[in-house]
């Protein structure tokens, strides 16, 4: 059974600009959650979707957005790129919405110049 | 808010030997506690506690929580090169898949 993909892997990106990365889920899993991952912060919780619907959204700026489509992929987007948006940013799928065990993805490598 | 946080930030040992990685947390709707150990990219699944006092167990990895005190603990023994890695402690909480993560433990196990 296929992962959790994300693409693409690595992308360089200047100030201002806007970025969207892409999430495929695990088959059968309705559940995509987006984290930032940082050296000095951690992983930082940005948004849930379930069934198309954002559930749960993290402290980030509006210029932080997603979605999830039928199909439970699930892109998310940043605009006006800040140096400080520089960061993994990894997907996570799971089956069952309540439990918290979560299937993450390789990350996207987002370098802001 | 919720909150996560894990102790030490960082640890390096020999191999042979035993860790113990803690975990303390403070959350709204408390529903489970999960490990995930992160070697490269992405965070790998470990174990999920969601009562108090029975451990669980895979191999020389052990966790326990104690919900009464809020914290959690994750044993490794007999350490192995292997073993090196952050190790994530995360809670879920609240009606949904909100999941907060700590800051993570990096692990390195030296020959």
């Known amino acids: 059974k296929a992962g959790v993909t994300q693409t693409p892997r690595y992308l360089i990106k200047t100030r201002g600009q806007q970025v969207t990365l892409s999430c495929s889920p695990i088959?059968?899993?309705?559940?995509v959650s987006w984290y930032q991952q940082t050296p000095g912060q951690g992983l930082q919780f940005l948004f849930e979707?379930?069934?198309?619907?954002?559930?749960n959204k993290g402290n980030f700026p509006g210029r932080f957005s997603g979605r999830q489509f039928s199909n439970s992929r699930s892109e998310m987007n940043v605009s006006t790129l800040e140096l400080g948006d520089s960061a993994l940013y990894l997907c996570?799928?799971?089956?069952?919405?309540?439990?918290?065990?979560?299937?993450f993805g390789e990350g996207s490598r987002l370098t802001v110049l | 808010e919720d909150k996560v946080v894990q102790s030490p930030l960082s640890l390096v040992v020999h191999e042979g030997d035993t860790v113990t990685l803690n975990c303390s947390y403070e959350?709204?709707?408390?529903?489970?506690l999960l490990w995930y150990k992160q070697e490269k990219k992405a965070p790998t699944f470990l174990f999920m506690l969601?009562?108090?006092?029975i451990e669980k167990k895979s191999g020389r990895l052990s966790s326990i929580l104690d919900k009464k005190e809020l914290f959690s603990i994750l044993n490794i023994t007999a350490t192995q090169t292997g073993d090196s890695a952050i190790y994530l402690c995360?809670?879920?909480?609240?009606?949904?898949?909100?999941?907060?993560f700590g800051t993570g433990t990096k692990l390195q196990v030296i020959p």
């Open positions: 969601t009562s108090s006092g």
């Open positions: 979707y379930f069934s198309e619907t954002q559930r």
């Open positions: 959350v709204t709707n408390f529903r489970s």
């Open positions: 996570a799928s799971s089956f069952d919405r309540k439990d918290g065990e979560l299937f």
């Open positions: 088959s059968g899993h309705r559940s």
């Open positions: 995360a809670v879920s909480s609240g009606g949904y898949q909100k999941v907060t």
